[in-house]
């Protein structure tokens, strides 16, 4: 039996590095995101649309949508 336990990580058991992001930084990512994967103007007109659940269930929508979430949520 292994001397520490494995904590479920695979990194080797260290901890997660911490990194800061402004709510500008965040919405800098969707508006690239949402111009670039999905063909939109920008971060306005992806977050009318996720708000009134007009987008389809896919991975980049709900990537996006986190990051979108997570400025509205420090303050937008």
Known sequence: MAD???NGSRNGGRPAE???VT????LARVDR???KRL???G???FASQYHRG?????????????LL???EKSGV
């Not at 007009?54 to 986190?66: Q, R, S």
């Open 23 to 26: 709510t500008d930084s965040l």
């Open 54 to 66: 007009l987008l389809p269930d896919t991975l980049a929508v709900n990537e996006l949508g986190i």
């Open 33 to 35: 995101g949402a111009r």
């Open 39 to 41: 063909g939109m103007s």
């Open 43 to 45: 971060w306005e007109e």
């Open 4 to 6: 520490t336990p494995h």
């Open 69 to 71: 979430e997570s400025a």
């Open 18 to 20: 911490v990194v800061e």
